[in-house]
């Protein structure tokens, strides 16, 4: 049975100089985790990083810059942006069977980011592409950054919503008070990262943003986000939300939600209540989650699922969400 990850990263030279010119090496401990101890497998696009694919069981990674991509970014991000993606392309283009790809955008630049997003999916082939979170002080939701989703419904292709390291003052108000190793655990993978994440999606909700592209497919990883886990909170929300149908609608209408190497079956089970069997994606978050042992194959061995609901959370409701690209 294929197996593919769909949330899957890599870092370019490129973006992390880009990075350190800015400072974020110094502000952000994870970046600086991405610039260094990490960074080898994150920049390999080849021999190590498949047969670390072939070690844990997958057959098929889909690319995507690691967060922040270049969000963090200003007008630099335009022409950074079209050369991320043609490196990705050529790594592509070596191994075909192996890899796919997320485009990355120019976010601060709107028009032009939903300019490479159609040059991605046409003349590239990539998939869809990949945001993380916030762009300076907007939210996904912003008006300003709807030509990127008008683009990607238009297109037919998926937007995953990725997790970032939430606003400063946010951190300072819920995530600090600790050591500044705990401080920036706290705010990242240990809890921020998600609720930022899952903020973004619901915000993609009330905001309106599947009422004007119904047809528009957004992922969450890490099992939905947290939002998943309160959907019927969220739901309660219907009588002030004003939206074309129920919120609960949207989840099994619009929302895709993959694993990120949490090989949990319980939070699949959560995950399959509230989207359906059709709409779980696998992923396991390479490199952060990578652990020896063939975790990934013997994951989709032991997650409880069979037959057709087994085959599409390995590969086949990715296959059949990308099927429907304009091309």
Known sequence: MKLIGIEEHYLTPDVGAAWRSQGLDASNLMVAHDLGPMAQRLMDMADQRIELMDETGLDVQVLSLTTPGLHELGPESVDMARRVNDAVAEAIARHPTRFQAFATLPVSAPDEAAQELARCVKILGFKGTMLSGRVGTRNLD???????F????ALHVPVLLHPRTPDEAVCKAYYSGFSPELDTAFANFG????????VQFVRLVLGGTFDRHPDLQVILGHWGEMVVFFAERL???????????PIACYFKNNL???????FMPHYLQRALEVVGPDRLLFSTDYPYQYKQGGTARRFLDECGLEGNAKAGFASGNWERLIRAAVV
């Open 142 to 148: 912003h008006p300003d950054l709807s030509p990127i």
């Open 235 to 245: 739901s309660a929300m219907d009588r002030f939300a004003n939206l074309q149908q």
């Open 191 to 198: 809890m921020g990262w998600h609720y930022d994440a899952g």
């Open 150 to 153: 008008e683009t990607a419904a």
């Open 256 to 262: 895709y939600v993959t694993s990120s190497g949490m």
